[in-house]
T-cell receptor
C-alpha cells in the first residue's frame, strides 16, 4: 500500500551545523505534508507544513522542501541546537494523518 | 491556553483488566483522534470521532473502543489489555477532518504499562 516513510532512522550532528532530515512518500495524490517534532515523553509538536502547490517553505530556522517529481520531502534545520534533539516525523494529511517511521536527531555539543 | 489534555500521564493496569484513558480539549475542535505509539515507532491511528460520528480504522483490534460523550471529552477503552497493548496513547484534535490548518494538536500522551 502507499505510505509515508523516512530514509534514515538516526542522524547525529554537531551543534551549530545544519541538519537535513529526509522523507519519501509514495501517494502521488497527497497534497499536504507536515513535519512534527516529538521530544521524549511528549506528544508530536507541529513544526512546519507545506502544500503540494509549493516547493519550499521557510519558518524560523527550519525549511521544508518538496520535490513532487521524486516524491521527496526534507526538513532543514539551520544552526542545530541541543534543544533540537528529538524524533522528527513527516506526515501526510489527507482524510487523516499518516506518519512516517521517524528520524531520531541527536545534537552533539 | 487552549490545549489537549490527557490523563493520566502514566497508567499501569493488570493483564486482562479493563482500563480507560481520557482526553479533553479546550479548542472546541470537531474531530478527536486516538493514536497508539509503540517504542521507536510512528503513531498509528486507531480511530477518530468527527463530532458524534465514530470512524474506526480497519486494523484496529476489537479490544479497543472509544466514547465521546460531548465535544470536549473523548475516552479510549481497552477491554482486556494484553502485554502487546503497552504503548503511548496519543489524543489529537483538529477543527475539521482532512487537511487541517497546521495539522493536528496533540496531547502529551498516556503511557500504558500492562503487568
Amino acid at each position: 500500500g502507499e505510505s509515508v516513510g523516512l530514509h534514515l532512522p538516526t542522524l547525529s550532528v554537531q551543534e551549530g551545523d545544519n541538519s537535513i532530515i529526509n522523507c519519501a512518500y509514495s501517494n502521488s495524490a497527497s497534497d499536504y505534508f507536515i513535519w512534527y517534532k516529538q521530544e521524549s515523553g511528549k506528544g508530536p509538536q507541529f513544526i512546519i507544513d507545506i502544500r503540494s502547490n509549493m516547493d519550499k517553505r521557510q519558518g524560523q530556522r527550519v525549511t521544508v522542501l518538496l520535490n513532487k517529481t521524486v516524491k521527496h520531502l526534507s526538513l532543514q534545520i539551520a544552526a542545530t541546537q541541543p534543544g533540537d534533539s528529538a524524533v522528527y516525523f513527516c506526515a501526510e494529511n489527507n482524510n487523516d494523518m499518516r506518519f512516517g517511521a521517524g528520524t531520531r536527531l541527536t545534537v552533539k555539543p | 491556553d487552549a490545549m489537549v489534555i490527557q490523563n493520566p500521564r502514566y497508567q499501569v493496569t493488570q493483564f486482562g483488566k479493563p482500563v480507560t484513558l481520557s482526553c479533553s480539549q479546550t479548542l472546541n475542535h470537531n474531530v478527536m483522534y486516538w493514536y497508539q505509539q509503540k517504542s521507536s515507532q510512528a503513531p498509528k491511528l486507531l480511530f477518530h470521532y468527527y463530532d458524534k460520528d465514530f470512524n474506526n480504522e480497519a486494523d484496529t483490534p476489537d479490544n479497543f473502543q472509544s466514547r465521546r460523550p460531548n465535544t470536549s471529552f473523548c475516552f479510549l477503552d481497552i477491554r482486556s489489555p494484553g502485554l502487546g497493548d503497552a504503548a503511548m496513547y496519543l489524543c489529537a484534535t483538529s477543527r475539521e477532518p482532512g487537511t487541517g490548518l497546521h495539522g493536528y494538536t496533540f496531547g502529551s500522551g498516556t503511557r500504558l504499562t500492562v503487568v
